[in-house]
T-cell receptor, first 116, second 113 residues
Framework: AQSVTQLDSQVPVFEEAPVELRCNYS??????LFWYVQYPNQGLQLLLK??????LVESINGFEAEFNKSQTSFHLRKPSVHISDTAEYFCAVSAPSGGSQGNLIFGKGTKLSVKP | DGGITQSPKYLFRKEGQNVTLSCEQNLNHDAMYWYRQDPGQGLRLIYYSQIVNDFQKGDIAEGYSVSREKKESFPLTVTSAQKNPTAFYLC????????????FGEGSRLTVL
């Protein structure tokens, strides 16, 4: 079975500072990895995903995440954050095959708060 | 535009009442899901359905029921047996056999008075 640990429940940063949101997973099989973003009282939106190939994946709004198989991590980074990045971020994992039928397992979320 | 529509957005109910949350999708997705979200606990899976007329319990199915009579629709009923129903409920869907990416609705916030 897969599991996901987001190491920080809250991350406060100042505008234009860099940020890293940490995510570790455990799985006995190969996995797909996702980052979702949630703004207040809204649903989740896919930010980026790793399926295979290049271990560095990027989103259209400047976020990137790197799949590290040896450390079983998929940390999310942005070199310079904006006020508008304030949201909750969820890391998720799924297995391409197996009894879970590809269901996503979510971490508990990290609240990113960007201060002016 | 294709997407997932949840209704109502906000719902209040008295203790002891059943309430049904609607979820409709026009993405032609086979699989649909219901999650419950509580502060600090992330998303927990309530029920999911891979195909019409079939569904499976997730991690916290007690006190909830679902149906899947049409591919587009996956309503969730929160019954009076659910001891702590106040939460934010999220419906999602995806294609089967794909990479597992989920598409979410905007959510329904249920408050029990």
């Amino acid at each position: 079975a897969q599991s996901v640990t987001q190491l920080d429940s809250q991350v406060p940063v100042f505008e234009e500072a860099p940020v890293e949101l940490r995510c570790n997973y455990s799985s006995s099989v190969s996995v797909y990895l996702f980052w979702y973003v949630q703004y207040p009282n809204q649903g989740l939106q896919l930010l980026l995903k790793y399926l295979s190939g290049s271990t560095l994946v990027e989103s259209i709004n400047g976020f990137e995440a790197e799949f590290n198989k040896s450390q079983t991590s998929f940390h999310l980074r942005k070199p310079s954050v904006h006020i508008s990045d304030t949201a909750e971020y969820f890391c998720a994992v799924s297995a391409p095959s197996g009894g879970s039928q590809g269901n996503l397992i979510f971490g508990k979320g990290t609240k990113l708060s960007v201060k002016p | 535009d294709g997407g997932i529509t949840q209704s109502p957005k906000y719902l209040f109910r008295k203790e002891g009442q059943n309430v049904t949350l609607s979820c409709e999708q026009n993405l032609n997705h086979d699989a649909m899901y219901w999650y419950r979200q509580d502060p600090g606990q992330g998303l927990r899976l309530i029920y999911y359905s891979q195909i019409v007329n079939d569904f499976q319990k997730g991690d916290i199915a007690e006190g909830y029921s679902v149906s899947r009579e049409k591919k587009e629709s996956f309503p969730l009923t929160v019954t009076s047996a659910q001891k702590n129903p106040t939460a934010f409920y999220l419906c999602a869907s995806r294609t089967t056999g794909g990479a597992g990416e989920l598409f979410f609705g905007e959510g329904s916030r249920l408050t029990v008075l």
